[in-house]
């Protein structure tokens, strides 16, 4: 008798969510996830489920993931330096070009997409309050941690789109840096 052949379904998660990064989550299609997981329909279908909900476990897992490098900077560093890496990481980094895969699947998801849409802003919210509370921790001096959330956010969101236009590092740098400061000092 055949044994049913067993999936990670961690790596098969985390192989679709750079597939979705890369491709897009309108573009990449049901066989591009294939492609990239190693799975046949039918075992993808088996082990996550259909294309919408992998959707959903890829956004979730890239904000674990964003969510946790956030922390890790806020616990490692002191608040300003801790903003200062972040917005650099965003200006120049910007995950090798690829920006932000919440931001990228706002700009790309359509009105008919709902299920699409919602989920992306259900994960931008999670990881708006994941920072809330680390800026939060981090700096309670601060004040209104929400309020300091949404400038990072926003300084994070332009970093990211000036990288992917092309302006130059230095410049890029020297923004990040004095985002940094004015950040801290509230």
């Not at 959903?56 to 002191?78: I, W």
């Not at 699947?105 to 849409?117: F, K, S, T, Y």
């Not at 992306?120 to 209104?144: F, Y």
């Amino acid at each position: 008798m055949a044994r049913p052949r067993q999936f990670d379904q961690c790596a098969v998660v985390d192989a679709a969510l750079q597939a979705f990064w890369s491709g897009g989550l309108v573009a990449t299609s049901v066989d591009d996830l294939l492609r990239a997981t190693g799975l046949s329909r039918s075992s993808m279908y088996q082990c996550v489920g259909n294309r919408d909900t992998l959707i959903e476990l890829a956004v979730a897992r890239y904000v674990e993931q964003q969510t946790a490098a956030m922390e890790r900077s806020f616990a490692t560093l002191p608040f300003k330096k801790a903003l200062e890496a972040i917005l650099i990481d965003a200006a120049l980094n910007n995950f090798n070009g690829r920006g932000c895969l919440l931001a990228n699947g706002l700009n790309e998801l359509h009105r008919g997409d709902a299920m699409g849409i919602a989920v992306v802003r259900a994960g931008m919210v999670r990881l708006a309050e994941s920072l809330r509370a680390a800026i939060a921790h981090a700096c309670p001096r601060c004040g209104d941690a929400a309020q300091r959330c949404i400038e990072v956010m926003a300084a994070i969101a332009g970093l990211r789109t000036l990288q992917r236009a092309g302006i130059d590092e230095r410049m890029l740098r020297v923004a990040a840096r004095k985002f940094a400061v004015v950040l801290a000092s509230g």
